[in-house]
């Protein structure tokens, strides 16, 4: 489809846990804000992170995957 054409491979996002609605911002082509409302452990905030971006694009949650900052606000995030 056109807009797999188009989406970046590795994008960058800001975390936001605990938020009180899930929200996706681009900032600008490849960096996003995500605003989860789940907690930062036992990788719940993770989760969240990886649904939000699936559903930004309209993806699955399988081809969306955390490549760098597990436990850090500021992660990689790489589409497949």
């Known amino acids: 489809s056109p807009i797999n054409e188009i989406m970046p491979k590795r994008i960058s996002v800001n975390v ?3 938020a009180k609605e899930t929200r996706v911002v681009a900032l600008d082509g490849a960096r996003f ?16 992170v990886r649904k939000a971006i699936a ?11 955390i490549a760098h900052g597990h436990t ?5 995030i790489a589409i497949d």
């Open 16 to 18: 936001k846990p605990l």
């Open 72 to 76: 850090s606000r500021r992660k990689i």
């Open 33 to 48: 804000l995500v605003a989860v409302c789940e907690p930062a452990r036992d990788g719940k905030a993770n989760e969240g």
């Open 55 to 65: 559903s930004h694009f309209g993806i699955a949650p399988s081809r969306v995957r």
